[in-house]
């Protein structure tokens, strides 16, 4: 019975795995290209499997707009038995897979397409019918007006829309800004109310898993006359500070001739005159240099702050035309603070010691909501975040430099702070010699005791072992002793018995 399971079974995934027939299987709807782009058709195909010595021989791609001999003879647009080089590429194998690619696809490859394959045994050959349907269109970006006539200003209203006219549920939008994706997607990109700043190339990228195509467009935003700055800019005395800025004018034709960038405590006719912290057409080296450029970005770097600083900035900028001229008012403002790091004792005085607690602050006092601040010690950064470092209990090993970093999007500063905490530290050198001297005589002084003890031993089992073998000698001389008084008694009686035979 086992057995018979065991064959029904057998037969069944023979079944599933083997084929015993011929076929070619094709995508169930139209596939859709971009004309000038790639698309990929896939295939796969199969025939009797029951011989399995069966080979294919010969691939053959045709198109029905010039082959209407079901692909049984030329034209084909691709044909295994002939090296050539055109827009269609064969990316299947000799087995299942028939993938046709196309290249730069074009109107004209509009249309069905079918597989042919050609085995080894005779009559073995087998067309794919109906076919692989493949549709061509060209990709679309279209500028879509909301509101405003004419030339783009600023605060018009549109779409852009992007469209590929044939059927194709899998797709997939991308957009992108002067190859910078952007985070929209979907085949439109709206903008409610355009600014300068929105000037630029726009690509729209289409998707399938079969086939994509992209295409650019660009949006030219004309702007009236004017400056944009931001809040109140914190810096820390000592270090640099970046103020944004950007400008615009009505015609993008216009050139820019003369940049200025002037300080409200020093410069009271509107930034119109001299003095200058900044002026494009003299070369000076000082703390305020720009980072902007002739088009629209006026951002201003000033290094090594000073409290003399702080005040109201005014960029100015003058073009190639008549009265072609503007300051933004009423300004950037900046505030000037030093970067304070306090200890702040919770328990303990005096002299710092092992258990007291205490908290490390960090402080700039100016406005700014969007402070980091970063600690570090002996320039290894710590975990902690935040202007408050926390010691509930400090040890020795707490001992060492703290340094409080503050950052914003703009200006960053660092300052440091000692911290010495009195104690024996285990990790301190000297602690460790001193352990060191105390570990390693103590170890000398035992191992000279042992030695002492081996010796001693060694001694007093040498002087018993001399005490035994002297009291063999002795005992051996005793016996020789008696041996000799014994045989000098024999020999007297033999004398005396020698003189009583005499007589």
């Not at 050959?125 to 549709?135: F, I, K, N, R």
């Not at 008012?329 to 002299?351: A, F, H, M």
């Not at 999007?409 to 285990?426: F, H, Q, W």
């Not at 602690?431 to 060191?436: A, D, E, I, K, R």
Request: charged residues 15%; contains cysteine.
């Amino acid at each position: 019975m086992k057995m018979l399971h065991l064959s029904v079974i057998l037969l069944t995934l023979s079944g599933v795995l083997a084929h015993s027939d011929w076929g070619v299987n094709y995508p169930n709807n139209p596939i859709c290209a971009v004309r000038g782009f790639s698309v990929s058709i896939p295939c796969s195909y199969y025939y009797p499997t029951s011989k399995p010595n069966i080979q294919v021989t010969q691939k053959l791609w045709c198109s029905m707009n010039s082959n209407t001999d079901k692909c049984q003879n030329p034209p084909y647009v691709y044909n295994s038995a002939s090296i050539t080089t055109s827009d269609f590429e064969y990316a299947g194998d000799d087995k299942s897979d028939c993938t046709l690619l196309i290249h730069n696809v074009q109107f004209s490859y509009s249309g069905e397409y079918r597989f042919r394959f050609i085995t080894d045994v005779s009559g073995g050959m087998w067309t794919g019918e109906p076919g692989a349907t493949l549709q061509v269109a060209d990709l679309k970006v279209s500028l879509i007006r909301l509101s405003g006539i004419g030339t783009l200003k600023q605060g018009d209203s549109l779409n852009l829309t992007c469209d590929v006219n044939c059927t194709q549920s899998s797709s997939q939008f991308v957009w992108s800004k002067n190859n910078e994706r952007l985070n929209t997607s979907g085949p439109v990109l709206h903008f409610p109310a355009v600014t300068v700043r929105d000037s630029g190339s726009y690509t729209c990228t289409w998707k399938t898993n079969r086939a994509s195509g992209s295409k650019a467009i660009s949006l030219l935003v004309e702007g009236g006359w004017g400056v944009n700055y931001t809040t109140p800019i914190c810096a820390v005395r000592g270090f640099s500070v970046s103020i944004p800025c950007s400008y615009s004018y009505p015609q993008h034709n216009y050139q820019v001739t003369q940049k200025l960038w002037c300080s409200m405590n020093s410069n009271t006719d509107k930034c119109q005159n001299p003095p200058y912290v900044y002026n494009s057409a003299s070369i000076t080296t000082s703390d305020f240099e720009y980072a902007g450029d002739d088009k629209s970005n006026c951002t201003l770097l000033i290094h090594n702050v000073q409290f003399s600083y702080s005040g109201t900035y005014r960029f100015r900028f003058i073009t190639n035309v008549s009265g072609g001229m503007w300051t933004g008012e009423p300004g950037q403002i900046l505030q000037v603070s030093d970067l304070k790091v306090s200890l702040i004792r919770l328990s303990g005085n005096g002299t710092l010691k092992q258990g007291d607690s205490l908290n490390l602050t960090c402080d700039v006092n100016c406005t700014q909501s969007s402070s980091q601040f970063v600690w570090s010690k002996n320039n290894e950064r710590l975990n902690t975040s935040g202007p408050v470092l926390h010691f509930p209990a400090v040890t020795v090993r707490d001992s060492g430099n703290y340094t409080c970093t503050w950052k914003t999007n703009r200006a960053s500063g660092s300052k440091m702070i000692s911290l010495l905490v009195e104690g024996d530290n285990p990790e301190n050198p000297d602690h460790w010699s001193v352990w060191m001297i105390v570990v390693v005589t103590g170890g000398l002084i035992i191992i000279i005791l042992a030695i002492a003890a081996v010796i001693y031993h060694r001694r007093s089992v040498h002087i018993e072992q001399q005490k035994e073998d002297d009291s063999d000698i002795y005992a051996n001389a005793q016996q020789k002793e008696d041996d000799s008084d014994i045989y000098a008694n024999a020999q007297q009686k033999e004398d005396d018995s020698d003189i009583y035979a005499n007589v």
